[in-house]
């Protein structure tokens, strides 16, 4: 039996050469993400020309470096005579062998076509969101549904052009698969919302709409962010209009947050979400550094990571228990009137709305639901464009039991189909039911988690996630690491527990 060895194995001339091209790459590709992240931060409103250019032609240099014959024939060298590889070797070869193939599969004149469609959709969108006018972008998604099946076609796949989309953002995905797990969260949810509503029980969340001083909330933000492990010799955080984390290489992964003078918890949640993100690929073994292994597995996987902290660790009542007392001294007079209970209460009511980004824990996988059902649909031919609006106002009545009153607060409200990225709300969800099965092995591990939580320790949470998950960055697929951690593939019934629980204390059925 071979030994697993857990280093590159540079001893074998295929491999230093494959790690060569790798390094050149992925530095390469480390500097978009810093140009990235100062676009949307520090870079002065005139240097986007510049900026978009300089972004494009180093693109094109990773493209043209990266689709290389010499990788696909060493690659395929690798897969002949993979005898003397090792774990990392082989994941190397398995994650490039998918990206070489993604980008070398698709013809020239296909991707520019796409960049200039969705380029100009993405414009359409706007404007169709802004005049409320569902007819202004429909001609673009009349041509951007059949560009994205033309776009697996020639990628390949098996039963359904969907299951090629779904496998870019979450690999070895398909449409039965998550059609069964969407399908069990959907009805559970739907239940539990009934419950939730019959309770008659409404927290108080007056208080998280008072003034708070946005520099005090980003003061607030550095603290919690340093105390839950978030890692600032590693790090650095700062303010943009959307929450986002960037990961040049584990030790400068970079994350955001927003601040709304009257809504205090946007702050501290996107601060926790994007610290879990942060920390994620932190933890990334520096054994990875120069090669796409420092990254995450799949999309859902790294979402995973950051509501693990968002919803598990941030909104739950022993948390408060230690943070509320600290927020009273920076907040005194917003704080004065409300128990650790209340806020808890406050920061989980549930309370179904119109648009996903405000969704609560609960609703929120509906929105995600229906907006996978609907793309499924169109991809698969069983849907037309010019039916999208009914068909979402249709589900919004089933499943929240509430009717936008537009197209704006409707079924024009996310920018995702505009870029082309069908296949990709799915894994919001796919997070948050990871986070969930993740979360009970790593509380049957630690039966004390809320005790030490309320004393306002978390480092060994950080310490159990990084030896699980956080190191092995990419080397695991998502099906092999979730199986590792938790002993069975993605289960959604940890969720369904989870959240019955959670809410039945809150809202008093359990
Ligand atoms: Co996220």
Redesign the pocket.
């Given at each position: 039996m071979t030994q697993i060895k857990s280093m590159f194995t540079t001893t074998d001339e295929r491999m230093r050469q494959l790690l060569e091209i790798e390094g050149t790459v992925t530095h390469l590709t480390s500097i978009l993400d810093v140009l990235f992240w100062d676009q949307r931060t520090y870079m002065p409103p005139r240097g986007i020309d510049g900026r978009s250019k300089a972004m494009a032609a180093l693109e094109g240099t990773c493209h043209e470096k990266f689709t290389n014959p010499k990788i696909g024939e060493l690659l395929s060298n690798l897969e002949n005579d993979p005898s003397d590889l090792s774990l990392y070797d082989m994941a190397l070869v398995r994650e490039m062998r998918r990206d070489y193939d993604r980008q070398t599969k698709l013809p020239n004149e296909f991707v520019i076509r796409r960049a200039e469609i969705t380029s100009m959709a993405g414009a359409a969108w706007e404007q169709a969101r802004e005049r409320n006018d569902f007819s202004l972008f429909a001609p673009y998604l009349e041509k951007i549904i059949p560009m994205k099946i033309e776009e697996a076609d020639y990628v390949g796949y098996e039963v359904s052009p969907y299951n090629a989309l779904l496998d870019e953002y979450e690999p070895g995905m398909t449409v039965d698969k998550l059609d069964h797990v969407l399908g069990n969260l959907r009805q559970s949810t739907i239940e539990l919302l009934k419950k939730i509503s019959a309770s008659g029980y409404r927290p108080r969340t007056d208080f998280l709409n008072r003034k708070y001083d946005p520099e005090l909330q980003i003061q607030l933000a550095h603290r919690i962010a340093e105390r839950i492990g978030y890692d600032f010799s590693a790090g650095h955080l700062t303010r943009s209009r959307h929450p986002f984390?960037v990961n040049p290489n584990p030790g400068d992964v970079r994350i955001t947050t927003r601040t709304y003078e009257n809504f205090l918890s946007a702050c501290i949640f996107s601060t926790i979400?994007?610290s879990g993100?942060g920390m994620h690929h932190q933890g990334a073994s520096m054994e990875l550094l120069g090669t796409r292994l420092i990254h995450s597995p799949s999309y859902g996987i790294?979402?995973s990571q950051?509501r693990l902290w968002e919803n598990y660790i941030g909104r739950s009542g022993v948390f408060w228990e230690f943070w509320l007392p600290e927020l009273q001294k920076v907040f005194p007079d917003q704080l004065k009137d409300v128990t650790p209970e209340e806020f808890t209460h406050g920061v989980n009511a549930v309370k179904p709305s119109l648009i996903r980004t405000e969704a609560d824990e609960i609703t929120y996988n509906l929105h995600v639901i229906l907006r996978h059902e609907i793309e499924r649909d169109l991809i698969e031919g069983n849907l037309s464009v010019n039916d999208i609006p009914r068909v979402w106002n249709k589900k919004m009545r089933e499943y929240l039991g509430i009717t936008p009153e537009n197209n704006r607060d409707g079924c024009l409200q996310d920018i995702h189909w505009s870029r082309g990225a069908f296949g990709y709300f799915a894994t919001y969800s796919l997070?948050n039911l990871y986070a969930a099965q993740i979360y009970a092995v790593l509380k049957k591990d630690h039966p004390d988690l809320e005790e030490r939580v309320a004393k306002g320790e978390f480092a060994f949470i950080k310490q159990w996630l990084t030896d699980k998950i956080y190191q092995h960055g990419k080397v695991y697929t998502s099906d092999e690491l979730i199986t590792r951690v938790t002993g069975e593939p993605l289960n959604p019934r940890h969720f369904v527990e989870y959240a019955t629980n959670k809410f039945g204390k809150i809202y008093g059925f359990q």
């Open positions: 984390t979400h994007e993100h790294g979402e950051s997070g």
